[in-house]
Structures are given as C-alpha cells and as structure tokens.
C-alpha cells in the first residue's frame, strides 16, 4: 500500500488522524481554558496560572497517549525537526509524510478552535496585537528550547520523558517569555481565529511564524552542540 | 465460590468494596474541596484552581491505589467501556459484575457526598442549573478523552500512566470545557445531593447523563479509530 | 551491637537521625511556608494552596530521599502502622525501635517547628481552636487514608509510589476534609508551638490526636478489607 | 587530547556549553517569570506561586536533558559537592573541571539575567536589600537541603528521581525558608543584575554566598551522617 511508507509503522492514515485529533484537542485545551479563566477569574495572574495548568496537562497527556501512534508532535516545525534529523536514517519520516503531518496539525488547530467557540461563545478572528523585538525573542526562545527538549531526549535515549518534560518547558516558557511560548505555527494559526484571553491578531502572525521558524534552527544548530549525533560527534 | 467470576482477580465483594471506597473518597475530594474553596477563596478562578488539583490528585492516588484490586473504574461509563472492549476476552469483566460496579461507584458517590456534608454543612439537593449546548458539549467531549484515554493507554501496554494521564485529563478538562468535565455518571449524581460549588440541580441531570452516554460512544469510535484492536485491524 | 535490632538494615542512630531530620524539615516546610503565604498573599485562598504545595513538595522530595534509611515514616502513627502490620514478619520493626522512631520525629518536629519561628519571627503557643465534629471527622478520614495509602501501596507492591502517592492524597485532604488534614501526632504538636496560619492551640491537641488515632484504626480496618495479608486472605 | 580529563563522558568542551546554556536558561526561567508575575498580578502570593511554578519546571527539565552531557549541575556549590565527594573516586571530576563549571554556569546566568532584560526590561544593578538573620538561616537550609537531596539520591541509587525532587525541595523552599531558596551563587549573582521581582542588591551579595557556602558545608555533613559512603561507614 503507498500511503504506507515507513514499515512497522501505523498506516499514515491512522498517523494523520492521531495528528489532528492531538493536534485539535490541544487547541481546545489551550483556547478553551483561557476562555473560562478569563471568565472565572478578577486577576489576570491566576488567568494565566490556570490556563497554564490546563494547557500543559493536556500536552503531557496527549503526548503519552498518542506517541505510540504517530509520535505525538501535534507541531509541524517538530515535525520538521524529526525529519531533519532523521533524514539520512532509514525508516525515518519522509518529507512527504511530513507534509501530511503539518496539514492535519493544521486542520486538528483550526478544529479544535472552532470546538472552543461552541462551548464559549468567542469566535472570529482575534484582535490582540502580538508584534515587536520581545515577543518575537520570546517565540525564537521557546521553539529553540522545544526542539532542544524534544530531540535531545530522543539523542539520550529519555523519549519516555517527554511527556512531563514537554510540558514543564512549556509551562516555564509561557511565564519566562514575553510571548506566551507558543512555538507552534498550527497553534497560533488555530489562535488567530478565536478572538479572547489567547488570541493572536492575524496581522501579528507573520512575525510570530518567523520567530519560531528562526526558532527552530537555533534548536536544531543546539541540539548539534550538545547532543550530537554519532556521524557529528566523529566528525568533530 | 460463585461470585468470584474473573479468575485470577480478587473475590467481587472485594472489588466491590474497592470501588465503592475509591468513589466514594473522590466524591469527598471533589465536593469537599469545592466547598471549602468557596469558603476560603473570594476569587472564583482561584477557587476552581484549588477544587481541581484537590480532585485530580484524589484520582491519580486512588486509581494507583485500588488499580490491582477493582481495576479503579469509580465511573459507571468507564465500567462499560472496559466490559464492552474486553467483551471477547476471556477473562474480561462479566455483564453482571460490571452492574454490580456501577451500583457500588452510585453507593459511594452518594457516601462521599454524605461526608462532605457532615463535614461542610452543605446537604439538600443542589440548585445550580446547568443546561444548553455549550455544557452538553462540554461533557461530551469530557467524556469522549477520558474514555480514549482510559482505555488507550491500555491499548499500548501504557495502563502505569494510567494515574497521571487521567488525571491530566481531567485538570485540562476542567477548564476548557464549558460544563466542568464531570464526565461521570456515579460523580454527576453525587454532586446533586450536595448544595455547592460543584453541585448541580436534579432537573439538570438528564442531560448530562446522556450527554456523558453519547461521550462514552464517540470515545469507543476515537478508540476503534486510533487504536484499533489486533482483530480490528486485520479487518482494516 | 545491640541497637541494630534490625538486620539488614542501617543501625538505628541513622534511622532515628533520618526520622528527626525528615520530620523536622517536613515541619519546617508546613509552618514556615504557611507563615510566609500569610503574609504574601490577600486571598486565604491563594495562601491555602501555596501552603499545600510547599508541604507536599517537601513531602515527597523526603519521603524519596530518607525511605532508604529509615523509611521515611516522619509520623507517629505510620510507624505504627507500620509495626503492626508488620509484626509477624521476620525482621520487621520492632516496638522498641518504634517508639524511638516516635520520640524521634517528635523532636525533630519541634525543631523545625523553632527554626521557622527564628526565620518568621512567629513562635509561642498557637492561638487556633480547632475543635467540634465537622474537624474531628476531617482528621478521622484523613488519618485513615493516608494509612491505607501507605500501607495498601505496600501490599500492592507500589511501595515506588508512595513519595508522590502521599503528597498526592495530603494534597487533597487539606482541601477535602475540614481539619487541613494534619493527619500526623508529631506535626500536631509542632504546630501547637508556633502561633501562626497552620498553628493549633494547645487545647485542641486532645481532640485531634483523638481523632487521628481513631482515623488509623479505621485505615487498618479498610486495609485489612481492601488488602488483605495473605494469611489473613486465606483465613477468609 | 588534553582537555578531555574524564574519560568516558563527553569533551570538556561540550559539557561546559551543556552548564553555561543550563544555568542561562534556568536564569531566564526564574528572573523573566518573575518579572511577567509581577506585571500581571495584583497579589504578591500569586506572583510567587507563578514564580515558583515556572523556576522549578525549568530545573527538572533541564536537569533531565542534559545531565546525560554534564551531570546537570548549574550550580557552583553543587560542582563542589560533587568534586568533594568524588575526590577519591576514579574518573570522578577533577579539581579544574570543577572551576571551570563554576566559570561556565556563572557566564550562562549573567547571559540568561542579559535576555531576561531583552524581553521584560528591567535591567541594572538590582535594589532590593535582602540582609540579617532571617535570610541568612534560610539560604543556609536551603543550600545545605539542596546538596543533601542531590547527593543522598546518589548515594541511595536514585539518581534517576533528581529532576523532580530537587524541583521539589526548591518548591517548598522558596516558600518555608526566609530568603526566596537562592541557593546557588551563579544565579544569586545573575539575580543582581536584574532590578525586578526576583533581584538581590549586590550590596546583600556577600551575605548571601557566605549563608549558601555555609550551608553547603552542613549539607555535607549531613550526608555523611545519613548516608555515609562505604569507607566511611566503615571507619564508624
């Protein structure tokens, strides 16, 4: 079967459901909660703790559900960062795989913002202006370290971590960046479109993309300096 | 001995009694700690922030708890899914005992709720309304994850996570759904009896108790989906 | 040497230091955090649940570190539920080096009980009456499951579970139960001691250590239940 | 090649860049949060449970992902524990790895305080007097804690629960100790240079590192009292 690429895998198909499906779910743990905290609470410090809590409790889960399935990446530049470092591996994400990947993170987004909209009432496209030399520090940040996080247990052999490490970067990385640690394009895509305590205006969403994008290279260019692999490490 | 049906498992009456005992403390932790954050709290976000992690932290401890002896259902729905997956299996929850489940998780809903009562002062049947799409929704999609979850991880030999991953759930269900994340048939009605922060008035039970029954289905297809079992999978 | 009744395990100097220690600092972490929250924070609220997680975070962290020496019982009535379950069994604690473990997490809960007060200027006897049924009942359950949990894990061959499994469960029952879940005769007397947000006032003592040694009966009588010894099993 | 003094752990080199970007990010991590919580929060208890929240997971996911590099220390007074314990040990660090962990970790912080400022903009010199008895004791429980938690995990081989309890004990210490936990000259001297929520007048720097070095050498001595290397338990 084509669709079927990489042997002993799950088919794509199934991959690609697990994508969205953890992909929408997190936009709603994201979205969805930041709704009701902005609702619950008079001060805009516990909004954040509880959006916080939700949000990476959702990550953590879903991760450790999903991993098995399709790696739980539920982020096109991770993604990106799987098939990068695992282009010369083989059995290793295809470029082509990798597409289907982002396109269902995508879609999983867009859904799982539009779940949060039916339960809380705030659609339409978002009006928070996110733009300027410290947010875009924030998003360059965060995705580096992400990657760092993500990969780097993978190169120690500690992927059975990553579920609560994830999560505990993600939740020091909403406090300790001006951005709000997003380093996730299908997130703040899904973001844009759900106009409340999480929203991105859409105008502000080039810049955010660029930061992680940016981001993300920095992780990878880390991930060498730290963790290299063994072809690196004896080229050195 | 005639009751002991499962082989290999304790005797029923002890199973029965673990479950009543794990429902029953969970409805005290839910109830109690929703009263009490009521009391102390003058800020509604941080009373929730305090209900959830006493609640979700009563979860994972019982669930590690009482696993090995009842399996830690303490829910009605996820009583009916394990007997319904496990249908074919030999060895699997009989019919009758998993009645004999939910009648013991309804008997120590009610308990727990008791107790917090002696202990809170709060007793009568509770008048918070709860009803309309956006919390029907809300238990749908509650009920849905946890049953994915629940039954997921046991798909991928990942049944130790059980503890934290429910629990993260929940914490995330809790504030991005719009109806709480009850997701619990036995717990629902516990919290009817018991006039609170948590409590929800009988005429509103209803609904979600078919919203959660609708919730559990779509969870059994998510799970058919991504985790599809060995002979579902070859019919595939 | 005749104190190191125990063989196999460190001679009884180093459990006795480990348990004062321990306990000392657990100590230190519930009165010293209570009394900081206390002046930080508006909300009783926000002071409630910075309180428990400073408590439960030292819990655990101790109960990790210290069980390889002594068993990090730090409480009086764990060392004797200890010693009772255990009494049959060859090389299990014995009275004598429990009621030493006792006198030994006594001291060093006043210590660290003194130590806050050099830190928070708070010392002297507590003014807080806590008494009546509603408290009573909270230690009671409290008591009694903090037991179970510590002993059912045991039994269930978990004991890798308890340092996150007790703080999990002391999480909940400081909001769950309407005594703050003291559960702990020599953390009682070491809040006696101090006048601050966790204190307790002399007088109250009775009751509480009452109750609490009412709630380890009942936590052995759900052990038994629950998780019955094998020669207790086959008696059944 | 000459700098490559252990043998079997990776260059020099790469575990100094593995201590320098720990220390940095773990830096960012505690001042930038600092700053956001003081921004968005009226309440000061909640501005330090957002703190304490984010500090600590920064630490244990970062000392999960590069402990496997450089042994995770981040920490001037840890390096010196783990060379003072390890003094006799073959293949243990060396006297000039130690310093130049200390250089690297002191470089990471001040450029992790330097991006803290890039994002939240507050920088220079810090103007908060942290000075007397109080503060004193607590960097010294809190210091001599620290090394007793991550050497005794050694010691009673389990090394492998580091990343969690020692954000365990910086969690409850930050709240039961007088002083914030600091705990750490490399980031008690980044903290200097950032005038927000979590700074430190240079003025009270000497104090300071004198209560930490004091309290390294305590936490030393506690360890040979409670788990005494086997030379040592020998010679009692």
Known sequence: MILRISPGRPPLGRRLAAEAVGTGLLALAVIGS????AVLSRD???Q??????????????????LAPVSGAHFNP???AGFW??????????AGPEACGYALAQLAGGFAGSLLA?????HTGAAGTARTGTAVWTGELVATAVLLLVVLGLGRTGQQRYAPVAVAGWITAGIWCTASGSFANPALTAARAVNDGFTGIAPA????YLLAQLAGAVLGL???ALLFPAPEEAEAV
């Not at 930041?34 to 905290?37: F, R, T």
């Not at 954040?48 to 559900?65: H, K, Q, W, Y």
């Open 34 to 37: 930041g709704l009701q905290a």
């Open 44 to 46: 805009t410090g516990v």
């Open 48 to 65: 954040l703790l509880a959006n916080t809590m939700a949000s990476v409790c959702a990550l953590g889960v879903l991760i450790a559900l």
């Open 77 to 79: 530049l991770v993604t």
């Open 84 to 93: 990068w470092t695992g282009r010369r591996a083989p059995g290793a994400l």
């Open 117 to 121: 909209g039916v339960m809380f009432g």
């Open 204 to 207: 502000s969403l080039p810049g």
């Open 221 to 223: 260019a880390l991930l």
